[in-house]
Structures are given as C-alpha cells and as structure tokens.
C-alpha cells in the first residue's frame, strides 16, 4: 500500500468522529459503559471466496439439522433449505424485506455488530401456533398484522431454538457464546442496526406445518470473518469441517440430567463422610432438569426401565 493508498478519506473520518459521539452519549445516559476495540486493518469487508464457501457450508449444514431439530420442538413437520449466498450491504438486505418481519437480532460475538435472521410471516405464525399448542396442519396466518409483545416472547424461543442448533454444529460459533438479543417487528429498529454495515446475506427457504416461506439472514461480514479465524488450524488441534459436522448421525453431545442443587456452607461440606445423606430439596416426583451440552433443554421425570435408572422427557424448557 502506497503513502497516497493509506491516508484516510475525509468521509471515514467524520464517520469515525461521529461514532465517538454516540458512545460517549450513550455512556453519559447510562445506557451501557464504553468498549474499546482495536480495529484489525487485515480484516477486509468482504469475504474471500473460500470463506464464502465455508460460509455456505455452515449454513446448508444448519438447514439440514433443523429440519430435524425443529421438528421435533415443533412437533410439526419442517422443511428447510439454503438456496443462495451474496455479499452486500445491510442496506441492500433491508431492501429485501417485506414491510413488516418478524425478525432476531443476533449477538455471534460480544459487543460486536449483530446478526439479523427474518422469517417470513407464514413461517414464523405457524411456529407459533405449533408452540401454543396448536394442532399443525390447522394454523390460519394473518399477515397484515404486528407480532405482540407476548408473541414476541415466546417467537424469542423459537429463535434461541435455532441459535443454540447453529452453535452445537459449528463449534467455532459455539466458542464465542452467541445469544438472542431480541425480536423486532419494525424496520426502524434495524435500520441502525443494519444498514451501514458490510453483510453476508443468505436465503433460505422452508415449509412449516404447511405453510412455505422463506427465511432472509444477513450476517456481518467483519464477525463472520473473526469467527471463520477461530476456527482455523491452531498448532497441535485438528479442524472439524462443516461437512464432516453435518454427520449427525454419528455425533456425540454431552447429556446431563440434574436432580437437583444445594448449597452447603463450607464447615458441612468439610464434614462430610462415606453414609452421609444430602437433602437436594426436590420430591421424588418433581420434574427433573435436563441439560444437553451444558444448556438446559428440557423437563423430565425420573423413572426405571429394564432394571435401570431412565428419564422420561416431559417437556421443552
């Protein structure tokens, strides 16, 4: 890069000033204390195309896994596939989007620009009929109308749903301990979130319970960048390739199932001796938590089958 290439123009200067107003006002609001982040000036705004193509990877991985996954949260029969994959600005993604999605804002890593994943109203309504219990195949979608603050709440559900799937088949997502930040129904709300940003966007296209639509998700191309990096060789570890990770099948996931906690002051736990018998606080038939890779899932009640300990699953958490 020459002296004349590295200068910066005076566009990305006021850019950088303005930015530096806003979090100082933030900060004097109360809203959120002050990050400071070292900017990596060989990180590009695009993605290269071998990067692309793990992106893609990633992603028709997760629409295969969620078929299943989804399906058995919903209880209803999902179909899901990842049909295109382009590099753009968020303005060009919130082009896309019809007048009123519903849509997740993403957090993939922390105090980093957030990822948006749209569903189409057909999609997203008969998710939520099958999750208030609905029967599937008799879900009638309105969508000339907002998502209410209670719908919002339990389509947040939906979403982690989706997320924490994402996280068990890409483990270099997983590290970074992605979150559901929240469901929005206005295009204001991401506009700021959105648009200035350099995104990878990906249309995928589904069926749920009968109803079709399509699912629109634009992901920062600077944190996808930063995830795809954590996930490269390091010295003495193997990398784990998405295809390999779309065997499912054959994948172990740690399953845990808690009878329950208690806490002991240290002069009690300095006691304790072969015999002695702990109070967990729980009843023989209280639901018992089931945790699967670490996050809570599901309930369940504790039971015996063949002559050994079993659990019964009994709902989601």
């Known amino acids: 890069m020459s002296e004349e290439d590295s200068s910066l123009s005076q566009r990305e200067l006021d850019t950088l000033f303005q930015s530096i107003e806003v979090a100082q006002a933030r900060v004097g609001s109360g809203q959120q204390s002050a990050q400071v982040t070292l900017y990596d000036f060989r990180q590009a705004s695009k993605l290269s195309p071998d990067q692309v193509r793990q992106v893609q990877e990633v992603l028709q991985n997760l629409a295969r896994v969620l078929r299943r996954t989804l399906g058995l949260y919903l209880n209803a029969s999902v179909w899901l596939e ?14 896309n989007l019809p007048d009123q999605p519903i849509t997740a804002l993403f957090e993939l890593l922390p105090h980093a620009p957030k990822a948006v994943w749209h569903v189409d109203a057909p999609l997203a309504y008969a998710a939520l009929h099958c999750m208030l219990g609905g029967k599937p195949g008799r879900c009638e979608v309105v969508t000339d109308r907002e998502v209410s603050p209670v719908e919002a709440t339990v389509l947040r559900r939906f979403f982690r749903e989706i997320l924490d799937t994402w996280a068990l088949t890409w483990t270099a997502l997983g590290q970074g301990s992605p979150s559901v930040r929240e469901v929005v129904g206005d295009l204001a709300k991401l506009d700021g979130e959105v648009r200035h940003e350099q995104v990878v966007m990906a249309l995928i296209e589904g069926n749920i319970a009968g109803n079709e639509g399509r699912m629109w998700v634009g992901l920062p191309a ?6 795809l990096r954590q996930g490269e060789n390091r010295e003495g570890e193997r990398r784990v390739s998405p295809s390999l990770l779309s065997s499912t099948g054959t994948t172990q996931v740690a399953l845990q199932v808690v009878l329950g906690t208690r806490r002991m002051w240290l002069s009690e736990l300095r006691s ?3 015999g002695a018998i702990l109070d967990l606080g729980h009843h023989t038939q209280d639901p018992v938590e089931v945790r699967l890779a670490g996050k809570r899932k599901f309930a369940g009640r504790t039971g015996v089958q063949r002559g050994r300990v079993a659990i019964e699953i009994t709902g989601t958490s």
């Open 82 to 95: 990842t049909r295109a994959l382009s590099q753009g600005t968020g303005e060009q993604y919130l082009s």
């Open 222 to 227: 600077g944190v996808l960048q930063m995830i």
């Open 272 to 274: 304790l001796e072969e």
